[in-house]
T-cell receptor, first 114, second 116 residues
Framework: DQQVKQNSPSLSVQEGRISILNCDYT??????FLWYKKYPAEGPTFLIS?????DKNEDGRFTVFLNKSAKHLSLHIVPSQPGDSAVYFC?????????????FGTGTLLAVQP | DTGVSQDPRHKITKRGQNVTFRCDPI?????LYWYRQTLGQGPEFLTY????????KSRLLSDRFSAERPKGSFSTLEIQRTEQGDSAMYLC??????????????FGSGTQLSVL
């Protein structure tokens, strides 16, 4: 049972344009969400997070939007750069604050074309 | 920059052998996690420690798997009688332990296990 879903396995965008990565979840008890970036042969690196009490969080070129009613979040990267090419994982915390266990999606491979 | 360190980076073993991986978390971090990632999947939670106490174990962690964090610092993950299905990237992560449920995890580079 996949509680966190990333339905697009891959995405290709031009350098300088916006990248939008999507994530859906099914567990209404999730209250904290994170995005991680992963390069080949490396561990995931934290990008940005959002608490369920917010609907937007911004950090430089990265913005995460949360739509609780739709159980949907998205990561916007503007402008996209070739160095952003990586696999992006959406993750959610299970347990409503009682645990730090992250539940990950299957990832989206972003390719930014120069 | 002393991030999360994992050793070895790669391990090739024959089916039926035992293997042990080591993880050194960021020094001030109280919580340590083990995850497993297979091709095309996201990382899957295996277990986590608060200091030396193992607080949660996934159903994925069969009785062939054991994890320890004896002094609340480094951790080891042992797999006994390895099977081909154990082939995966084993990731270790740590976090400060100040705020349960709203912490970011810092991951190591992982140990890639191949069981022949």
């Amino acid at each position: 049972d996949q509680q966190v879903k990333q339905n697009s396995p891959s995405l290709s965008v031009q350098e300088g344009r916006i990248s939008i990565l999507n994530c859906d979840y099914t567990n209404s008890m999730f209250d904290y969400f994170l995005w991680y970036k992963k390069y080949p042969a490396e561990g995931p690196t934290f990008l940005i997070s959002i608490s369920s009490i917010k609907d937007k969080n911004e950090d430089g070129r990265f913005t995460v939007f949360l739509n609780k009613s739709a159980k949907h979040l998205s990561l916007h990267i503007v402008p996209s750069q070739p160095g952003d090419s990586a696999v992006y994982f959406c993750a959610a915390v299970a347990g409503g604050g009682a645990t730090n266990k992250l539940i990950f999606g299957t990832g989206t491979l972003l390719a930014v074309q120069p | 920059d002393t991030g999360v360190s994992q050793d070895p980076r790669h391990k090739i073993t024959k089916r039926g052998q035992n293997v042990t991986f080591r993880c050194d978390p960021i020094s001030e971090h109280n919580r340590l996690y083990w995850y497993r990632q297979t091709l095309g999947q996201g990382p899957e939670f295996l277990t986590y420690f608060q200091n030396e106490a193992q607080l949660e174990k996934s159903r994925l962690l069969s009785d062939r798997f054991s994890a320890e964090r004896p002094k609340g610092s480094f951790s080891t993950l042992e797999i006994q009688r390895t099977e081909q299905g154990d082939s995966a990237m084993y990731l270790c992560a740590s976090s400060l332990g100040e705020r349960t449920g709203h912490e970011k995890l810092f991951f190591g580079s992982g140990t890639q296990l191949s069981v022949l």
